[in-house]
């Protein structure tokens, strides 16, 4: 099976900062990685997909890059929607998730 | 536009089996090479990948959860299915039918119906 390992846990920034998410598989998975945010009470939402590419309606402050085992979701300016929690997914083999970042207002 | 819209019980007493449908609208459950997938969250554990069926039929399962899961498709209901046996407090969560293209992220997903296990 492929692990998933994110960093951080928790995140607390301000609203006008640079984000960054780390996202590590135990193999390599080539591009094959998405991120999605969730918000409470709603279904998850796909920002990024095949490790950079950005989902239709997703705002150009979010990006994605990497590839094999090493992946990093950033936020260029974080906004008061942006708070929510990011998991990163392969799914070069099945479909693994990370355990999630909680990015929070400090 | 696809939707997709989960139902079934919202209360499932331990040891018994969850069932919950999955029904597909705005597009045909058979029509595109498209996996249609279930997938749950709860604060605990967060996202967890229950299983998937191909829309040849094939069906891919979550190991830790194989023995207990089965997916199947009603392409004349165009919905989509999923039990879980023998359920226990751990199973607990948000359940999300979702739909994902051939190697892909889940693009499309429905609101989620919350199931609890509990006597």
């Known amino acids: 099976d492929i692990q998933m390992t994110q960093s951080p846990s928790t995140l607390s920034a301000s609203v006008g900062d640079r984000v960054t998410i780390t996202c590590r598989a135990s193999q390599s998975i080539s591009r094959w990685l998405a991120w999605y945010q969730q918000k409470p009470g709603k279904a998850p939402k796909v920002l990024i997909y095949?490790?950079?590419s950005l989902e239709s309606g997703v705002p150009s402050r979010f990006s994605g890059s990497g590839f094999g085992t090493e992946f990093t979701l950033t936020i260029s300016s974080l906004q008061p929607d942006d708070f929510a929690i990011y998991y990163c997914q392969q799914y070069d083999s099945f479909w693994t998730f990370g355990q999630g970042t909680k990015v929070e207002i400090k | 536009q696809l939707q997709l819209q989960e139902s079934g019980p919202g209360l499932v007493k331990p040891s018994e089996t969850l069932s919950l449908t999955c029904s597909v609208s705005g597009g045909s459950i058979s029509g595109s090479s498209y996996y249609w997938g279930w997938l749950r969250h709860s604060p605990g554990k967060g996202l967890e990948w229950i299983g998937s069926i191909y829309y040849s039929g094939s069906t891919y399962y979550n190991p830790s959860l194989k023995s207990r899961v089965t997916i199947s498709v009603d392409t004349s209901k165009n919905e989509f299915s999923l039990r879980l046996r023998s359920v226990t407090a751990a199973d607990t969560a948000m359940y999300h039918c979702a739909k994902a293209p051939s190697r892909g992220a889940f693009n499309i997903w429905g609101q989620g119906t919350m199931v609890t296990v509990s006597s």
């Open positions: 095949d490790a950079s």
